[in-house]
């Protein structure tokens, strides 16, 4: 069974950092690209971040480009986002997901609150 | 503003067939890249609900149907019952954006 398991999720001050983590469990990670995708409260979703299996290609929205980096660590069948120079804007909850697109196994989400 | 426009909101009434429309543009859609569609109940990640513009994973029922012609895409709910009152959204790759992007979502209403 594919599980997906967010944590990292807080408050943060605006200017400040959070790394989000993601264990996935029930597939063979390193074959498949991951995501993190956010919802803003009360707004749509918004697909923030992708790498590839191996972890050579990411791709990032140009709303956290330079700010957000996505990393995974095959060995630990984990993946990571290191959110740097948060605004209040960012304030949502952030859901990891197997693959950039046709996601069919998404985590529970966890909520990150960006305030001061 | 998302590349991919949806509606805020749509109704019907139960037993009714109602369309969400998803409009793109020539550097997503009409670029010939698949159209995914999710529903997603309050307080709940999204579920994936029609893959690559027409395909149902195992488990959705039937009554949903996807579709795609030229710059645009839509999602079909045919007996509409008042569990699929949700947020449907649909997602496609953007070539001047270079990634995945969503629409911003339609709130379906049950009457």
């Known amino acids: 069974e594919v599980q997906l398991v967010e944590s990292g999720g807080g408050l943060a001050q605006p200017g400040g950092s959070l790394r989000l983590s993601c264990a996935a469990s029930g597939f063979t990670f390193s074959r498949f690209a991951m995501s993190w995708v956010r919802q803003a409260p009360g707004k749509g979703l918004e697909w923030v971040s992708g790498?590839?299996?191996?972890?050579?290609?990411?791709y990032y929205a140009d709303s956290v480009k330079g700010r957000f980096i996505i990393s995974r660590d095959n060995s630990k069948n984990t993946l990571y986002l290191q959110m740097n120079s948060l605004r209040v804007e960012d304030t949502a909850v952030y859901y990891c997901?197997?693959?950039?697109?046709?996601?069919?196994?998404w985590g529970q989400g966890t909520l990150v609150t960006v305030s001061s | 503003q998302s590349v991919l426009t949806q509606p805020p909101s749509v109704s019907g009434a139960p037993g009714q067939k109602i369309t969400l429309p998803c409009t793109g543009s020539s550097s997503n859609i009409g670029a010939g890249y698949d159209v995914h569609w999710y529903q997603q109940l309050p307080g709940t990640a999204p579920k994936l609900l029609i893959s690559g513009n027409n395909n149902r994973p195992s488990g959705v029922p039937d009554r949903f149907s996807g579709s795609k012609s030229g710059t645009s895409a839509s999602l079909a709910i045919t007996g509409l019952q008042p569990e699929d009152e949700a947020d449907y959204y649909c997602?496609?790759?953007?070539?001047?954006?270079?990634?995945?992007?969503f629409g911003g979502g339609t709130k379906l209403t049950v009457l």
């Open positions: 997602q496609s790759y953007d070539t001047s954006l270079r990634i995945w992007v």
């Open positions: 790498i590839s299996g191996s972890g050579v290609s990411t």
């Open positions: 997901a197997k693959d950039y697109t046709g996601i069919f196994y």
